[in-house]
């Protein structure tokens, strides 16, 4: 097993044993869940304004979209935040940084692990809330072919394949969130403040996206990238946002890991 | 292993801004050395050994590890070395046995496989499957050198290992110390605890302020502090007059009944003749002993500034 999977496999051993991890993946369970119970126990149509929203209760398969449109204001960016905002700096505070950077194993290697068991719980998280989002949806509406947002029809078989590229494209857009936190944990070494701070990111990006005056920079911003993957609803798919959403989120992330890693590979561990 | 010696400090400075924590730190520990680093709290020896172990980075100067320095080789740097330093921490949500696999699978080299081994060394196997977070501060210093000892280290550096515990714990860890040393492992400690270094090491360094005031062995140190006599004469002027004019003795003081003064055992042998020959009794004249503790507190406390220094050249 290579260095990098070492840390991997015991960061990922951590984040199951620490109670934080539940909290994220217990909210990314509960509110697909509640969102179908309240529609249910309310006997609504569902929310007009929102992609899909209309057609909501015509099949589980929009279930899923729906939730993620609302998570993806600010539910799963702070889901991603716990983690992302906690994962150096909680290790600073206690101490067991320095416990295991005495070790064998390189400073990159410690970090690339890290970021690596991040990204991984927000996956996680991610697919939690969608898969329970398809079962709850089909439990109470049953499951049949999704109405896209060109107004066609799409059969059940193509419409996982729909939710599987959306899932996709907003992780990558979500890392961008994660990449952040990663960055504010490792420079900032205060845990509390990271996860906040990310929090304040990623609203941010999408406030600045709504302000008036910011249409030159808002094709830019992290914040639309979370709405690009309505384009796959689309018939025929429209590629254009997905394809800017791929390299925009590259910097998202490039940028601010990079900044952390030669923080994390040249910092003074010391007590705090 | 390579011949380097175990650990070469040259010239380490730390500088957090206008505070000078470790000010040109010379240290060199030779293999099997059990080295005691010694100095009042704050002096600057946990910042020094964190510079050894590569967790900060010196502001100049150089430390190196069987030759190897961990800012340029890394984490291969710490191969054969293990430690810690302001005591042991771990995952407090994870067990004893999970916080050591982890170190273990950390390190490769067959570790995992010695963990029932040096859980046994250091009597905690029986509480292995516990979470750390409940484990005692004693525990914990055991369960630091457990995660020391699955390296199978050839350098231990241990930051004031028995800080913080019982008496029962301090001796138990000082006897661990003992044993791993006779095993042939070098060891450097760093104490504020002066009998812990009187009782364990060969080598000591002492460090005030973040200087080094004395390097070298222990049995060397404090003989430059045992040429100090005294003597209690019946007729105290009289042999007071004569110590004085005695060739070979220096210092000579008249305190209360007894006469001070320090001299080589040669100078000591013909002043007893000369006290004899002057038909002048005395009642004792004794070397004075002095502990490592009036020396360290002589030195680190300031009052003996200079002498500190120039012992550390007689005895370089």
């Given at each position: 097993m290579s260095g990098v999977a070492r840390v991997y496999k015991w960061e990922l051993a951590k984040l199951v044993a620490q109670k934080r991890t539940y909290l994220g993946i217990g909210a990314a369970i509960l509110v697909p869940i509640a969102f179908v119970v309240s529609l249910v126990v309310q006997g609504g149509t569902g929310?007009?304004?929102?992609?899909l929203g209309r057609t909501l209760t015509a099949t589980g398969l929009a279930t899923p979209f729906v939730v993620l449109f609302f998570l993806s204001i600010w539910g799963l960016p702070l889901i991603t935040a716990l983690v992302a905002g906690d994962i150096v700096a909680s290790e600073t505070n206690n101490g067991t940084l320095k416990t295991i950077l005495t070790r064998s194993r390189d400073r990159g290697e410690v970090f690339t692990g890290k970021v690596l068991a991040c990204l991984t719980y927000m996956i996680v998280a991610v697919l939690a809330m969608a898969v329970v989002g398809v079962v709850a949806g089909s439990i109470a509406w049953g499951l049949h072919p999704l109405t896209s947002l060109s107004g066609t029809s799409v059969p059940v078989g193509h419409s996982l394949v729909l939710l599987g590229e959306t899932l996709g494209i907003y992780i990558v857009a979500l890392a961008g969130v994660a990449a952040f936190g990663i960055m504010l944990s490792t420079v900032t070494r205060n845990s509390a403040a990271s996860v906040v701070g990310t929090l304040m990111f990623a609203l941010l990006m999408q406030l600045l996206g709504v302000l008036p005056g910011t249409e030159a920079i808002r094709p830019y911003l992290l914040g639309t990238q979370f709405d690009a993957w309505h384009g796959f609803l689309r018939t025929p798919a429209d590629w254009a946002p997905v394809v800017r959403a791929l390299w925009v989120c590259a910097i998202y992330l490039a940028a601010p890991l990079t900044a952390a890693y030669l923080v994390f590979l040249r910092r003074d561990v010391a007590g705090e | 292993m390579s011949g380097e010696p175990p650990v070469v400090a040259r010239g380490l400075v730390k500088r957090y801004g206008e505070i000078v924590a470790v000010d040109d730190v010379d240290l060199t520990v030779e293999a099997g050395d059990v080295f005691g680093y010694l100095g009042p709290n704050g002096a600057g020896k946990t910042t020094s050994l964190r510079m050894l172990l590569g967790l900060i980075r010196p502001t100049s100067g150089s430390a190196r590890l069987f030759g190897r320095d961990p800012l340029v080789?890394?984490?291969?740097?710490?191969?054969g070395v293990a430690g810690f330093v302001e005591g042991p921490r771990f995952y407090p949500y994870l067990s004893g046995r999970k916080n050591l696999e982890l170190l273990a699978d950390y390190d490769g080299d067959g570790a995992r496989g010695r963990i029932d081994e040096v859980l046994d060394i250091v009597e905690l196997r029986d509480r292995a499957k516990h979470r750390v977070g409940g484990y005692s501060h004693g525990m914990r210093q055991r369960l630091g050198i457990a995660a020391s000892l699955i390296r199978r280290p050839q350098l231990l550096l241990l930051d004031?290992?028995?800080?913080?515990?019982d008496p029962a714990g301090m001796r138990d860890m000082r006897d661990l110390v003992r044993r791993l040393a006779s095993e042939g492992i070098t060891v450097l400690l760093s104490s504020h605890l002066l009998a812990e270094v009187e009782e364990l090491c060969n080598r000591v360094a002492i460090i005030r302020k973040g200087r080094i005031l004395y390097e070298g062995s222990l049995q060397a140190l404090l003989a430059t502090a045992s040429d100090r006599y005294s003597l209690r004469a019946v007729e105290p002027e009289r042999a007071r007059l004569l110590c004085l004019a005695q060739p070979g003795l220096e210092d000579v003081a008249l305190d209360g009944d007894e006469i001070t003064f320090r001299a080589a055992e040669d100078a000591i042998a013909a002043l007893s003749i000369a006290l004899g020959q002057a038909r002048l009794g005395f009642t004792s004249l004794t070397p004075q002993t002095t502990s490592l503790e009036e020396l360290f507190l002589d030195m680190t406390e300031g009052a003996a500034d200079v002498p500190a220094v120039a012992a550390t050249e007689e005895v370089a």
């Amino acid at each position: 097993m290579s260095g990098v999977a070492r840390v991997y496999k015991w960061e990922l051993a951590k984040l199951v044993a620490q109670k934080r991890t539940y909290l994220g993946i217990g909210a990314a369970i509960l509110v697909p869940i509640a969102f179908v119970v309240s529609l249910v126990v309310q006997g609504g149509t569902g929310p007009t304004d929102v992609p899909l929203g209309r057609t909501l209760t015509a099949t589980g398969l929009a279930t899923p979209f729906v939730v993620l449109f609302f998570l993806s204001i600010w539910g799963l960016p702070l889901i991603t935040a716990l983690v992302a905002g906690d994962i150096v700096a909680s290790e600073t505070n206690n101490g067991t940084l320095k416990t295991i950077l005495t070790r064998s194993r390189d400073r990159g290697e410690v970090f690339t692990g890290k970021v690596l068991a991040c990204l991984t719980y927000m996956i996680v998280a991610v697919l939690a809330m969608a898969v329970v989002g398809v079962v709850a949806g089909s439990i109470a509406w049953g499951l049949h072919p999704l109405t896209s947002l060109s107004g066609t029809s799409v059969p059940v078989g193509h419409s996982l394949v729909l939710l599987g590229e959306t899932l996709g494209i907003y992780i990558v857009a979500l890392a961008g969130v994660a990449a952040f936190g990663i960055m504010l944990s490792t420079v900032t070494r205060n845990s509390a403040a990271s996860v906040v701070g990310t929090l304040m990111f990623a609203l941010l990006m999408q406030l600045l996206g709504v302000l008036p005056g910011t249409e030159a920079i808002r094709p830019y911003l992290l914040g639309t990238q979370f709405d690009a993957w309505h384009g796959f609803l689309r018939t025929p798919a429209d590629w254009a946002p997905v394809v800017r959403a791929l390299w925009v989120c590259a910097i998202y992330l490039a940028a601010p890991l990079t900044a952390a890693y030669l923080v994390f590979l040249r910092r003074d561990v010391a007590g705090e | 292993m390579s011949g380097e010696p175990p650990v070469v400090a040259r010239g380490l400075v730390k500088r957090y801004g206008e505070i000078v924590a470790v000010d040109d730190v010379d240290l060199t520990v030779e293999a099997g050395d059990v080295f005691g680093y010694l100095g009042p709290n704050g002096a600057g020896k946990t910042t020094s050994l964190r510079m050894l172990l590569g967790l900060i980075r010196p502001t100049s100067g150089s430390a190196r590890l069987f030759g190897r320095d961990p800012l340029v080789d890394g984490a291969r740097a710490l191969d054969g070395v293990a430690g810690f330093v302001e005591g042991p921490r771990f995952y407090p949500y994870l067990s004893g046995r999970k916080n050591l696999e982890l170190l273990a699978d950390y390190d490769g080299d067959g570790a995992r496989g010695r963990i029932d081994e040096v859980l046994d060394i250091v009597e905690l196997r029986d509480r292995a499957k516990h979470r750390v977070g409940g484990y005692s501060h004693g525990m914990r210093q055991r369960l630091g050198i457990a995660a020391s000892l699955i390296r199978r280290p050839q350098l231990l550096l241990l930051d004031e290992p028995t800080t913080g515990l019982d008496p029962a714990g301090m001796r138990d860890m000082r006897d661990l110390v003992r044993r791993l040393a006779s095993e042939g492992i070098t060891v450097l400690l760093s104490s504020h605890l002066l009998a812990e270094v009187e009782e364990l090491c060969n080598r000591v360094a002492i460090i005030r302020k973040g200087r080094i005031l004395y390097e070298g062995s222990l049995q060397a140190l404090l003989a430059t502090a045992s040429d100090r006599y005294s003597l209690r004469a019946v007729e105290p002027e009289r042999a007071r007059l004569l110590c004085l004019a005695q060739p070979g003795l220096e210092d000579v003081a008249l305190d209360g009944d007894e006469i001070t003064f320090r001299a080589a055992e040669d100078a000591i042998a013909a002043l007893s003749i000369a006290l004899g020959q002057a038909r002048l009794g005395f009642t004792s004249l004794t070397p004075q002993t002095t502990s490592l503790e009036e020396l360290f507190l002589d030195m680190t406390e300031g009052a003996a500034d200079v002498p500190a220094v120039a012992a550390t050249e007689e005895v370089a």
